[in-house]
């Protein structure tokens, strides 16, 4: 799924409309009282760093999937749908024009 730079401002344009300011009490007591924002992570830095070696050791090219479209481009059986690419890009611009 794509997001466009449209869809993203209409988002932002509605909530901005939609938010409702409240006056922000400068009392001392009120200010120690608030509740402080607490993050709590269910893994480890040890998790994250076994998934960044894990990330690390994968190829970034996946050639298990790009080999098939190779070898079918260059054997002249790669075709593309005019009418799936014109239906793409239809949907596209019409997803970016959508207020």
Do not use: C, H, W
Request: glycine share 2%; no cysteine; aromatic share 6%.
């Amino acid at each position: 799924m794509m997001i466009s730079r449209t869809q993203i401002e209409q988002v932002l344009k509605i909530y901005k409309s939609s938010k409702v300011s409240r006056p922000v009490s400068r009392d001392s007591d009120v200010l120690q009282n608030a509740r402080q924002d607490d993050i709590r992570l269910s893994f480890s830095l040890q998790d994250i760093e076994k998934v960044k070696r894990l990330a690390n050791a994968r190829p970034d090219i996946r050639y298990d999937r790009i080999e098939p479209l190779v070898r079918a481009f260059e054997s002249g059986d790669y075709s593309v749908d005019p009418k799936s690419v014109a239906d793409k890009m239809l949907g596209r611009l019409l997803a970016d024009r959508i207020r």
